[in-house]
């Protein structure tokens, strides 16, 4: 099987289970950023502490099904996909990975921003795309049905990407970076 079908070169693309949409269609958008954001999960397990791999393993399996989810319409009667993507269970799965990273954190007493050691400055990236592909599927969720799980679990996982950059920070013993207005 060929990569390129060339079905695309007119500015459209298939939907699973059937269908045609413009590529800047929301749909397309929320799934295209879901994809990007999977890819910064990625670049973030190559320098990220072992005990913290499985959880991102599972979120890019959790992504990689909402995407597939997202990419399906919901009207489409042939060949869609069943699984919803996400489920709360997933959303519970980050909660609970928060709160056992955040026990081993100080406590939060000004802004941060993105940087510090390599692998927190990945997290910090995977977390603002993480914020890019929530504002998509919010935008989609406006005109057509996209599950609750699906907002609940992406605002999680940024704020798991956060804390995931702060303790990498910690254990590096390396202060966060902490924003301050400037003066004048």
């Known amino acids: 099987m060929k990569i390129y079908t060339k079905r695309g070169d007119g500015g459209e693309t298939d ?3 059937g269908g045609r949409v413009a590529k800047d269609d929301l749909r397309v958008e929320a799934y295209g950023a879901v994809d990007e954001l999977n890819s910064f999960v990625g670049l973030a397990l190559i320098d990220c502490s072992e005990d913290l791999r499985a ?12 995407g597939s989810a997202l990419a399906t319409h919901p009207d489409a009667t042939s060949g869609a996909l069943s699984d919803p993507g996400v489920v709360d269970g997933d959303v519970d799965a980050l909660e609970a990975a928060i709160d056992a990273a955040d026990a081993e954190l100080p406590e939060l007493r000004a ?3 993105p940087g510090g050691t390599r692998a927190a400055a990945a997290f910090h990236a995977a977390r603002t795309v993480c914020r890019r592909a929530e504002r998509r599927c919010v935008a989609l969720s406006r005109d057509e049905a996209v599950e609750a799980a699906v907002l609940r679990y992406l605002n999680r996982l940024s704020d798991a990407l956060f804390v995931w950059a702060r303790l990498e920070n910690a254990r590096a013993e390396v202060p966060d970076i902490e924003w301050t207005r400037r003066d004048g």
């Open 15 to 17: 939907l699973a289970g």
């Open 55 to 66: 959880g991102l393993k599972a979120a890019q399996r959790t992504l990689f099904s909402m």
């Open 111 to 113: 802004f941060v921003l």
